[in-house]
């Protein structure tokens, strides 16, 4: 017996004796897919944030790799930073990240980028009442530690995304 997925778009199928394994070591060990990033190890920081989803047009979640055996992950399509750029082009979030001096060290910076991605995807989707944006991307992001205490620029960076890139209702807007 097997574990199918897909990892950025590639099918993988791992044998059921490896269903222990972590998704991040996978993606480390397995694939050479070094940009998710382990920090705490423990399910804390996020740093190790990717997008899964369970069919190729669902909505994805964050699933936080380090702590995610690869047993929990059958039929999931999974997504990693490295999906993000198309050649030398960045994606509007990384794009983002960058303008807005978002990050320092960077260590972080992938988990932010996920988690910025899986919720700009999804606002564009489901739009939001403009006055409820800053809450929502404290809910999006208010769990990742940034240890250089990036976190303002962060936000500004997914808010003027936010207002730029995708439709929010303003029916709401004092
Ligand atoms: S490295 Fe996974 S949550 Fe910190
Ligand atoms: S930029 Fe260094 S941990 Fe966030």
């Known amino acids: 017996m097997t574990i199918s997925f897909t990892v950025n778009g590639i099918p993988h199928d791992v044998p059921d004796g490896r269903g222990t394994d972590t998704l991040l070591d996978f993606l480390h060990d397995d694939l050479n897919l070094t940009g998710t990033k382990l920090c705490c190890g423990i399910g804390v920081c996020r740093a190790c944030t990717v997008a899964v989803s369970k069919g190729p047009t669902d909505a994805p979640a964050p ?19 490295e999906s993000l750029a198309e050649g030398d082009r960045l994606s509007p979030v990384q794009q983002a990240f960058l303008d807005h001096f978002s990050f320092q060290c960077g260590y972080c910076a992938p988990g932010f980028v996920m988690a910025a991605t899986i919720f700009l995807e999804g606002l564009a989707k489901n739009p939001i009442d403009r006055a409820d944006l800053d809450a ?16 303002v620029r962060y936000y500004e960076a997914v808010r003027h995304l936010a207002l730029q890139l995708v439709g929010l209702k303003w029916g709401s807007v004092r």
Do not use: D, F, K, M
């Open 136 to 151: 929502a991307i404290e809910g999006a992001l208010g769990e990742h530690i940034c240890r250089c205490t990036g976190y």
């Open 63 to 81: 699933v936080i790799s380090c702590s995610t055996p690869l047993r929990l992950l059958g039929n999931s399509h999974i997504r990693t930073v």
